[in-house]
């Protein structure tokens, strides 16, 4: 256990309402506290880091202003909430931030009054601020009051089409809402794009001091009345940057751009929001990624997603694997099938690091394309390089390419245009939770006539599935595969292209035959061999293919076994109900088949590792070998065991 930091002010802060009487000198201290505190948590948790130490200033500010709950305070992903989740009265829990049984790493309704939206993803928060004040205005929930609606939006995150679509409508609406918009220059990745470029150009002509002055001065001019003051600090404004424009042509009142690690600027200039503000206001505040530590301050990501680590040193504790990780192997392999064809090219939505297609723009910097967030876009776009020739690899996390899913339908699927769509994160990820565990793509996909969906169940399969993606060339193609490392399986020198539609035996017996899809194999295979030591055989299958389904290999396991099991990494509606629709139609189950599908349970699992979350899921080895039993009738043997 770290040490803890000496926080003698924050010791006293137990809910928000305790920040009401303090000072502006006890107000920079507790700040600092924060900081340090949020540090500490994070050193023994892991998690994501720099987010929430550029937003102190912030959460001191907002939460010393406003009078949430009551007011509502909505931060766009979530990964800053530490801080908040901090004064909010969740101190004493926040080492226990991503572990199981533990604090969300995100924003979560269930978890705090204090959490009035849940978010993991990006660029939600301006629509559900919308609504709430919409809400508010309409009289919905009267007897606990809404008060201001608060969204905490970042400069990556204001880059999707949804924040805009919101922004558009609260400018039409014209309810009193206020967007604070956390411009640090640096999301997940660096931020791409024109508006990226835009924000840059609000500040890029006079030196950063100049403009902390400058809206000290907008400042004295807010209240009252905040009209008269507005003009003035938009006219000073204008003068030197031109700030604010786009905001204003979509019905906001703009306020800035100013510093959002300056307390005395801060608070101010938020109690005159709070005083006097009708309509929709944005405040537009700058700050620093990883502010106050300098590991964070220096590495690449800014301190974004960090394993534990040393307070002091900044050094990470990642245990060390012989297995590669997928994303790595992905990535590899990708680049090992683009040397050879020029014309495959990579998309993702600002995750190029965690895709591993940082790696693949080392080798063709010119192949690769981060379309920001906006992943409706980026599957759009893919369809168009598809349509033009190209080969694109469509690379997104699981959770992610849901949001594109309206365009995989009609813009890729009915044109059968081929698209590989790479699926990263596929199954349960672990500290992250519910909102990014990838249970749902087998489903979404293998339902779309013409879609050819593939799961790797190793990281040697995996290299062949990319290679028989690069082939594939009638209509869309998808392969998933985990976060994390692999197994450890000998790895080929390069993939080979699959039969499209067959599986592969691993190994035969008599009692029972078990065809897996995905990633859970290894555990198939040890739960084989703890029914072998019972002298229960078992055929072990590997399906590889959801769709289509190996017909074939399916039918003769129906036909030389009295049961069959199928298991997935995924949601009901997956790979097990379209082999239970081929054996209804062959008429399998009126020969006396049992049948059992082991999917993901019908409800949302939260935070712990993998093997946890496996573990309630009923999908580890010791679940597989009782589910044998148990469908062979040997349920007492089962509890015995």
């Known amino acids: 256990m770290a040490d803890q930091p000496k926080t003698p002010l924050l010791d006293k802060v137990h809910e928000p309402a305790d920040m009401k009487g303090l000072s502006a000198r006890d107000l920079r201290q507790l700040a600092d506290e924060l900081r340090a505190e949020t540090i500490s948590a994070v050193s023994v948790t892991g998690g994501h880091l720099g987010a929430g130490l550029g937003v102190v200033e912030l959460t001191v500010a907002i939460h010393a202003v406003f009078d949430t709950p009551r007011d509502k305070l909505i931060w766009d992903v979530g990964h800053q909430c530490y801080p908040h989740k901090i004064l909010t009265g969740r101190r004493g829990r926040i080492r226990t931030l991503r572990q199981k049984d533990g604090l969300s790493g995100f924003t979560k309704r269930s978890e705090s009054p204090y959490d009035p939206f849940g978010a993991a993803h990006s660029s939600t928060s301006i629509s559900a601020a919308l609504g709430l004040a919409v809400a508010r205005d309409l009289g919905g929930r009267p007897e606990h009051g809404i008060g201001d609606c608060i969204a905490v939006i970042g400069d990556g995150s204001i ?123 944005l405040i537009h505040a700058i700050t620093k990624k990883g502010k106050g530590y300098g590991p964070a301050e220096t590495s690449q990501d800014r301190g974004h997603a960090r394993a534990k680590f040393d307070v002091v040193t900044g050094e990470q504790a990642k245990a060390v694997s012989n297995a590669p990780a997928y994303t790595k192997v992905f990535a590899n392999a990708l680049i090992d099938e683009a040397g050879r064809d020029d014309r495959i090219v990579a998309v993702t939505a600002a995750m190029p690091d965690g895709t591993g297609l940082n790696l693949f723009a080392e080798r063709f910097p010119d192949r690769v394309f981060d379309v920001a967030i906006a992943e409706q876009h980026g599957v759009t776009f893919c369809a168009g390089l598809a349509a033009g020739g190209m080969k694109p690899f469509c690379t997104m996390y699981s959770t992610f390419l849901q949001r594109g899913y309206d365009q995989v339908v009609h813009d890729v699927a ?93 190994r035969e017996g008599t009692a029972a035959a078990i065809l897996s899809f995905g990633t859970r194999l290894s555990e198939v295979e040890a739960a084989a061999e703890r029914l072998a030591a019972r002298g229960i055989a078992v055929t072990v299958a590997d399906a590889r293919f959801a769709k289509p389904l190996d017909r074939e290999l399916i039918l003769r396991l129906a036909r030389e076994h009295p049961a069959l099991i199928t298991i997935e990494e995924g949601a009901i509606g997956g790979f097990g109900s379209h082999v239970a629709q081929l054996l209804a139609e062959e008429g399998v189950f009126d020969r006396g088949l049992k049948y059992r599908s082991m999917v993901l349970p019908d409800v949302f699992i939260d935070q712990a590792s993998p093997r946890d979350m496996y573990a309630v899921a009923g999908m580890n080895a010791a679940d597989i070998e009782a589910k044998v039993l148990s469908v062979l009738g040997v349920e007492t043997l089962a509890r015995r065991g």
Do not use: C, W
Request: charged share 20%.
């Open 159 to 281: 880059s999707a089409g949804m924040a805009y679509e919101a922004m558009n409508n609260a400018g039409h609406l014209k309810n009193r809402m206020i967007v604070i918009l956390n411009d640090n220059e640096m999301s997940i990745a660096p931020p791409v794009g024109a508006m990226s470029s835009y924000l840059s150009r609000l500040y890029a002509g006079s030196p950063f001091h100049e403009f902390k002055q400058v809206a000290k001065d907008a400042v004295r001019f807010l209240p009252p009345p905040l009209q008269e003051g507005a003009k003035r600090a938009k006219e000073i404004l204008k003068q030197s940057v031109m700030g604010g424009t786009l905001f204003e042509q979509l019905g906001f009142s703009y306020l800035g751009p100013v510093d959002g690690h300056d307390l005395d600027t801060l608070v101010p200039l938020l109690r005159a929001v709070k005083t006097h503000a009708e309509g929709p206001v």
């Open 414 to 506: 009915i044109q059968r245009l081929p698209v590989r769509f790479a699926i990263d994160r596929a199954g349960l990820v672990g500290a992250d939770g519910a909102t990014h565990a990838g249970s749902f793509d087998i489903a979404y996909l293998a339902n779309l006539p013409g879609f050819t969906v593939m799961a790797a169940a190793d990281e040697a399969e995996l290299v062949h599935m990319v290679a028989t993606a690069a082939a594939h060339e009638d209509g869309p193609i998808a392969f998933r595969f985990p976060r994390g490392e692999g197994v450890g399986v000998d790895m080929p020198e390069r993939g080979m292209p699959l039969e499209i539609g067959r599986g592969r035996m691993i």
